[in-house]
């Protein structure tokens, strides 16, 4: 049973657009949901989560936990067709437990 | 050389070889993971050590065996490997969990190969 859902899979946008990543987790001793975008081998970190309702930003990028819907978003606003990328998703448990999403492939397009 | 490096960068070996991958982290965490990443499925988590003590073994076959002889160091030998290992191994390093803090570094992979 996967304990983080990321959806969609795949998303093919054009630059400009805006774009939101969606990712659903198991509550059972979650502590936090990391956010880390991956272009061609290792995961680079966005965001960190670990209160409902305080939005982080970093740029265009921003991202929002919601611990009662169990769910989080991230958000890109006036893509770039640097943006294209996996965006993983991943939530902790415990101390060291890491589970992650599929990811979403974001595919952008001149 | 700051953050995680993997050593070697590419590894392609046969299922009798034996070979180690090598991470050190200079960021001076004291927990270090390894994940397997194949295609077209998440990033599985294999090994947790924290503070040089393995925490978290996920059903790994034993022909993967970790070793962590110091907080900036882990290595994972491999023998008699599979086809299906082949994949992309990402060591990542992180704060002790007790610290709260848990963003993971990732080093650059080690895309193995087993013919």
């Known amino acids: ?110 | 050389e700051t953050g995680v490096t993997q050593t070697p960068r590419h590894l392609v070996m046969g299922m009798t070889n034996k070979k180690s991958l090598k991470c050190e982290q200079h960021l001076g965490h004291n927990a270090m993971y390894w994940y397997k990443q194949s295609a077209k499925k998440p990033l599985e988590l294999m090994f947790v050590y924290n503070f040089k003590e393995q925490t978290e073994n996920n059903s790994v076959p034993s022909r993967f065996s970790p070793e962590c002889p110091n907080s900036s160091h882990l290595f994972l030998h491999l023998h008699t490997l599979q086809p299906e290992d082949s994949a992309l191994y990402l060591c990542a390093s992180s704060q002790d969990g007790s610290s709260g803090r848990y963003e993971q570094f990732f080093g650059p992979g080690t895309r193995l190969t087993v013919l």
């Open chain 1, 1 to 110: 049973e996967d304990k983080v859902v990321q959806s969609p899979l795949s998303l093919v946008v054009h630059e400009g657009d805006t774009v939101t990543l969606n990712c659903s987790y198991e509550v059972t001793n979650f502590r936090s949901l990391l956010w880390y975008k991956q272009e061609k081998k290792a995961p680079t970190f966005l965001f960190m989560l670990t209160s409902s309702g305080i939005e982080k930003k970093s740029g265009r990028l921003s991202s929002i936990l919601d611990k009662k819907e169990l769910f989080s978003i991230l958000n890109i606003t006036a893509t770039q067709t640097g943006d294209s990328a996996v965006y993983l998703c991943a939530g902790v448990y415990n101390n060291n437990d890491m589970r992650f999403g599929a990811g979403t492939r974001l595919t952008v397009k001149p």
